[in-house]
């Protein structure tokens, strides 16, 4: 068969004519997105690097190989990619870092790997746990090899039978004081190590969080670093039981593993020993605050919201682009079938999750910083800021995981029929999106982890003890308990999202208060109050990213910009402002009045501003900045060939090589010929 590409050379006429009619500078929203001119143009030359020699019609196929021959290919795309990084290095500066490793983790190498990286947690957050945690003889004895890839890790926590709950945990390490060592065993088949990417056929170490155990005493979960595999031979060490999972609905190549011990001996110092300590006598040093064994979770999850960032604004950039170049259903009855685009309703499952993509983006940032800040606190002794970091960290986690999800799949579904190949890549989207509502805490654990921190702040409140910055809303709404007028303003919305998750922080606090005075435990009294906290936990994360994206938007940073690309973020902040108030207006007028005249105006601005962004809409996407390598989609190319890229990708599948399938003489054809 035929298998030379029908795709044309130049751009879609439709596409280019919306990039030509913009208002704003697509090459200034790009700078403006990755940090800065400087940043862009550094990701731009070394994604340029990396890709120079991938052949993207090997990358379409990838879902048609068995999970074996997708595990290989993967692992070899990530090695390749680790192989070019330390070239950049050697190159450009010999003996520096910022090319290799620290970009093995950066956004250069979004979706650089089809199918997943298998060495992604390695440097996302083995290495960084190890940074942290490892005291300098240990991280110079282990750590350092880790972060030079001379061995690979992972980092394995999750249990068959445990998630969330690392309390429950049931891997556990005895101290035996003879031999000075740890000796690991997983107890039970649901004390087995499961999910831990890259630890199938990928790792020879691994980190693995289990129950310390001193004289039968249980000190509570620590790390420790276990080799389980022998570095030369590859082979499992004695007493290790270790494999692949099997087929996943995404992360396809990750080569997700299950990890069993049993009495697996390691050195004393093989247990991580910056804060908690067990000398060779047995005696037991405490960390000096428990969040520290877990702080490498907190950091992942400020990551996490960076990333379903990425995964809305790539699904984004698909279906908007295809709804540039798709024609279909004339508005008026004579005219030409118009690009869907066209139509309002294809516009409010676009723009809202162009702009939902921003607000991520942005609260991103904003929590980032707050981590780096907390980092410094901690190098010098001072734990205060960790609450907060954790609560917030969890609150955009979970609210950044179910929005992602929720707008990839309205985006796929923006799609069509075609968003339904696999080709289109929207698939994998969501299932990279739908499993963050799942890891690194799973999202109704988190928001009740969260509801628990907002009573401890509510009732510091009470007392006039100082809180954490992002909930001094709590304190400000008891001392003005009313709401005052409605105006629609941005600045007023902001308020009503604060206002209204305070009050629902107050009415769940009220409801464990009522459950404590008839005498039930705490435990219980929280437990039945968890569908409040899990609502007031979720209003107070969408309260920061309200906050956040208005203060990047209205605030200083704006005089960095140009009048145009304002405008744009502008009307960006203004839907996602109109569109969220609206989306949790049953919240809202439990504790604000709002008139049916102010309920029509909201939806009148939310008509207008999606009009404003329609000439715009393309530009922005660009302004992503995401390559067509990156997106993997026959629908989102950059030159909006759509169909043909869709046609073409079909010829290649493998089914269609061959003109007679073997079937047909095998099974179809005697079928068909017999009398029977």
């Not at 403006?32 to 940043?39: D, L, N, Y």
């Not at 890259?198 to 004289?215: D, E, P, S, T």
């Amino acid at each position: 068969m035929n298998t030379t590409s029908v795709v044309p050379i130049f751009v879609n006429p439709d596409l280019q004519k919306k990039r030509d009619g913009a208002s704003f500078s697509t090459e200034e929203f790009a700078a403006w997105w990755a940090g800065g001119k400087e940043i862009l143009k550094f990701n731009r030359d070394v994604r340029s690097y990396l890709e120079k020699d991938v052949d993207l019609n090997k990358v379409m196929q990838l879902e048609a190989k068995s999970h074996e021959e997708i595990n290989e290919f993967t692992m070899r795309a990530a090695i390749k990619a680790a192989q070019k990084l330390r070239r950049l290095q050697q190159e450009r500066n010999p003996g520096g870092n910022e090319y290799w490793p620290n970009l093995y983790e950066q956004s250069v190498m979004w979706f650089n790997v089809p199918g997943g990286n298998p060495f992604s947690v390695m440097y996302v957050m083995l290495v960084k746990a190890l940074q942290a945690q490892c005291d300098p003889e240990q991280y110079e004895e282990f750590g350092k090899r880790v972060e030079r890839f001379e061995i690979s890790a992972t980092y394995a926590q999750t249990e068959l039978g445990h998630g969330s709950n690392l309390r429950g945990l049931e891997t556990r390490a005895d101290y035996d004081p003879n031999t000075d060592e740890f000796v690991l065993n997983t107890p039970k088949i649901s004390s087995y190590k499961w999910w831990a990417a890259g630890l199938g056929q990928c790792c020879n170490y691994c980190l693995v969080m289990a129950q310390l155990y001193i004289n039968s005493q249980c000190k509570g979960p620590h790390m420790f670093f276990v080799q389980v595999r022998d570095e030369d031979t590859f082979e499992p060490l004695p007493g290790v039981h270790i494999g692949d999972i099997g087929k996943k609905m995404g992360f396809i190549g990750t080569n997700h593993g299950f990890l069993g011990l049993q009495n697996v001996r390691i050195p004393r110092k093989r247990m991580l020993m910056r804060y908690a300590k067990v000398n060779a006598d047995g005696s037991y040093v405490r960390s000096p605050n428990n969040v520290l064994n877990y702080f490498a979770m907190v950091r992942t999850r400020c990551l996490i919201v960076r990333n379903n960032a990425a995964f809305l604004s790539a699904a984004a950039t698909i279906a908007t682009r295809y709804s540039a170049v798709r024609r279909q259903s004339p508005i008026n009855p004579k005219d030409r079938e118009p690009q869907i685009m066209d139509h309002v309703t294809q516009q409010m499952k676009l723009f809202p999750e162009i702009a939902t993509s921003l607000a991520y983006g942005i609260s991103s940032y904003y929590v980032w910083n707050l981590y780096e800040q907390t980092i410094k606190d901690i190098e010098n002794g001072k734990y205060e800021r960790l609450p907060e970091l954790h609560s917030l960290s969890c609150a955009l986690k979970v609210t950044s995981a179910i929005d992602s999800t929720a707008g990839v799949e309205t985006l796929r579904l923006g799609c069509g029929g075609h968003g339904y190949l696999s080709s289109s890549n929207m698939s994998n989207l969501y299932a990279l999106a739908t499993a963050s509502c799942i890891y690194e805490g799973e999202n109704t654990v988190l928001l009740l982890q969260i509801g628990r921190f907002l009573m401890k702040s509510w009732r510091s409140a009470l007392s006039g003890a100082p809180l954490a910055p992002t909930v001094q809303y709590l304190a400000e709404v008891q001392k003005n308990p009313e709401f005052g007028a409605w105006t629609g303003s941005w600045e007023n919305m902001v308020k009503a999202m604060k206002y209204t998750a305070a009050n629902k922080t107050r009415l769940a606090f009220k409801s464990l208060s009522a459950r404590l005075s008839r005498g039930e435990t705490e435990e219980n009294a929280a437990n039945h109050t968890g569908i409040e906290f899990t609502q007031a936990a979720e209003l107070h994360g969408r309260a920061f990213v309200f906050s956040s994206f208005t203060d990047e938007v209205t605030g200083p940073k704006s005089k960095t910009r140009s009048a145009s690309l304002n405008r744009v973020l502008e009307n960006l902040l203004e839907l996602y402002l109109v569109k969220e108030t609206l989306n949790q207006m049953s919240n809202l007028l439990r504790f604000i009045q709002l008139t049916d005249t102010d309920l029509r105006g909201l939806q009148d601005r939310l008509e207008t501003v999606l009009t404003k962004l329609r000439p715009d809409a393309v530009a922005i996407v660009d302004g992503f900045d995401f390559s067509d390598l990156q997106l993997n989609s026959t629908l989102g190319s950059f030159d909006g060939n759509a169909y043909e890229r869709m046609f073409d990708a079909a010829l290649k599948t493998p089914m269609n090589l061959k003109s007679v399938p073997a079937s047909f003489n095998e099974l179809l054809k005697p079928f068909m010929k017999s009398n029977i």
